[in-house]
């Protein structure tokens, strides 16, 4: 198995990236999120046509993560604790 993508936060709930590839995801899923913006108010694009395109990000956003993640629970931590 290649190294974890992201990875559980040192303090809260939930995951963060940990590597180069975790990092240019969040990029990637940044500038898609601004070009679907840019793009759908350019072509005239319904709202709910864009809201749509935006939800589909997260959501391949979001199963990325958890695949490509470290595989621990996600619960609250105090750090080194």
């Not at 990092?23 to 709910?48: H, K, Q």
């Not at 395109?53 to 990325?64: D, G, M, P, R, Y």
Request: positive net charge; glycine residues 14%.
């Amino acid at each position: 198995m290649s190294k974890p993508w992201f990875g559980a936060k040192s303090y809260g709930v939930g995951i963060s990236p940990k590597s180069l590839e975790g990092w240019l995801s969040i990029l990637a899923y940044g500038v898609s999120i601004g070009a679907t913006c840019i793009l759908g108010r350019r072509f005239d694009a319904p709202p709910w046509m864009i809201g749509l395109a935006v939800l589909v990000l997260t959501i391949a956003l979001f199963v990325l993560a958890v695949v490509k993640g470290d595989h621990q629970p996600w619960r609250w931590r105090w750090g080194g604790r």
